[in-house]
Antibody
Framework: EVQLVQSGGGLVQPGGSLRLSCSASGFTFKAHSMHWVRQAPGKGLEYVSSIRSNGEFTFSADSVKGRFTISRDNSNDTLYLQMNSLRLEDTAVYYC???????????????WGQGTLVTVSS | DTQMTQSPSTLSASVGDKVTITCRASQIVGTWLAWYQQKPGRAPKLLIYKASTLKSGVPSRFSGSGSGTEFTLTISSLQPDDFATYYCQHYNSFPWTFGQGTKVQIK
């Protein structure tokens, strides 16, 4: 069974840092692009960041560019999101997502992790 | 960036109704369009990809159509389990943006 198990959320003060982790199992992790999507309380889905299967290409939304860094460890089947200079508006549930296509970046998101809440507040 | 606009934002319907949700892209995205279903407190689930391909295991009452900039999600006969929020998403080019969502609620 394909599984994405997330960890690392919590409460952080504005300007602080947090690292999210996503442990993958049930599929060949190194063959799939991976992504992060977030959802602010009561709001819709917002694309955050992507990383290709070999980790050599990353892309981030303008809203997080320069503050968030996506990375992966293909030897340990784990995806990361390092979040620095956190702002109040970064408060959201963050989802780890797999790109459904093997060896392809152009693929829908499937499946999604369980989500982890990040709260930025003083 | 390609903007995705869904309509309506909220839809009230009854069990057995046919429901149609529209998604418009601000630029041509071909058929690189997916639909997701999300229930409260749960992660989204993929329903349809490549505009019209049903993910394995998704009930056949769901269907998708369209290409270019205009897409639709249709539920042929709404079931109690279908009351949820639906999102479209293009995956044509970065960033892969989502529509604002359509909440399907009980009439």
């Amino acid at each position: 069974e394909v599984q994405l198990v997330q960890s690392g959320g919590g409460l952080v003060q504005p300007g602080g840092s947090l690292r999210l982790s996503c442990s993958a199992s049930g599929f060949t992790f190194k063959a799939h692009s991976m992504h992060w999507v977030r959802q602010a309380p009561g709001k819709g889905l917002e694309y955050v960041s992507s990383i290709r299967s070999n980790g050599e290409f990353t892309f981030s939304a303008d809203s997080v560019k320069g503050r968030f860094t996506i990375s992966r460890d293909n030897s340990n089947d784990t995806l990361y999101l390092q979040m620095n200079s956190l702002r109040l508006e970064d408060t959201a549930v963050y989802y780890c997502v797999r790109g459904a296509g093997r060896d392809s970046t152009i693929a829908p998101f499937d499946p999604w992790g369980q989500g982890t809440l990040v709260t930025v507040s003083s | 960036d390609t903007q995705m606009t869904q309509s309506p934002s909220t839809l009230s319907a009854s069990v057995g109704d046919k429901v149609t949700i529209t998604c418009r892209a601000s630029q041509i995205v071909g058929t690189w369009l997916a639909w997701y279903q999300q229930k409260p407190g749960r992660a989204p689930k993929l329903l349809i990809y490549k505009a019209s391909t049903l993910k394995s295991g998704v009930p056949s009452r769901f269907s998708g159509s369209g290409s270019g900039t205009e897409f639709t999600l249709t539920i042929s006969s709404l079931q109690p389990d279908d009351f949820a929020t639906y999102y479209c998403q293009h995956y044509n080019s970065f960033p892969w943006t989502f529509g604002q969502g359509t909440k399907v609620q009980i009439k």
